[in-house]
């Protein structure tokens, strides 16, 4: 009985999280007030949002810091609705009720990451027309200007699923203090019909690495610098 409880508990907690389509109102609150405290904070440019499907898409991009995933959900259109594939099993209940309320999040177990149920559940959220935001990389980087090699997992969703890749380049988010520039440039959608997965990996790696903006210079202070990098 044991064994079996692993995957009912996974299925169970994916539930909990339902696909969403359209922007809820608690998400449109929560970011709103993230996009204000992002422009107190830092100084964002994005480029690029014309190459933005009119569609759904799985959109990967590299990985530096804690900061990424929240620029691209408020600086990226609200529709159609993101979703993350993130961590939660840490985080208190207080939090996950949170984050649940706000929606977008597609919980995963690493230990478990090959379970069926997660798969079934990725694969609905595209049938049903939202999208994927994933850093295939696996890890932050630890340098800027640097993009690992990318595991596979998006091209099997992607293809799957028959929705472009959207290949999407930071910098500036591996170190963060006050008023720091964060660049985003958003690359031409990957057509994934008849492109192998392995094929559809590295190319992806490849759009993603080409994009990623030089890192801006900056004099001056750096002010708040270890608050702020090390956030969450």
């Not at 996974?10 to 608690?26: E, G, K, N, S, V």
């Not at 690493?110 to 379970?115: E, K, L, P, T």
Request: glycine fraction near 10%; charged fraction near 20%.
């Amino acid at each position: 009985m044991a064994v079996d409880a692993a995957p009912i508990d996974l299925q169970a907690r994916l539930l909990d999280f339902p696909i969403q389509t359209r922007a809820t109102l608690p998400f449109r609150v929560v970011r709103g007030a993230v996009r204000i405290a992002l422009r107190a904070l830092f100084s964002i440019e994005v480029e690029g949002l014309e190459n933005l499907p009119r569609g759904n898409a799985v959109i990967v991009a590299n990985h530096l810091g804690w900061a990424d995933v929240v620029v691209l959900l408020c600086r990226l259109p609200a529709r159609p609705r993101l979703h993350v594939i993130g961590e939660i099993l840490g985080l208190s209940e207080r939090t996950k009720s949170f984050v649940r309320s706000v929606g977008g999040v597609i919980p995963v177990d690493r230990a478990r990451h090959g379970d069926g149920a997660l798969l079934e559940h990725v694969d609905a959220c595209l049938r049903q027309g939202a999208s994927l935001l994933l850093f295939p990389e696996g890890r932050t980087g630890e340098r800027e200007g640097e993009v690992l090699a990318f595991h596979k997992g998006f091209a099997h969703f992607a293809t799957g699923a028959g929705v472009p890749v959207v290949p999407v380049g930071i910098s500036g988010t591996l170190e963060l203090w006050l008023r720091r520039r964060i660049r985003v440039v958003v690359g031409d959608p990957i057509a994934t019909a008849g492109v192998d997965v392995d094929t559809l990996t590295e190319l992806a790696r490849d759009r993603v690495a080409a994009l990623v903006p030089p890192v801006a210079v900056q004099h001056g202070p750096r002010l708040l610098r270890r608050r702020l990098s090390t956030l969450f």
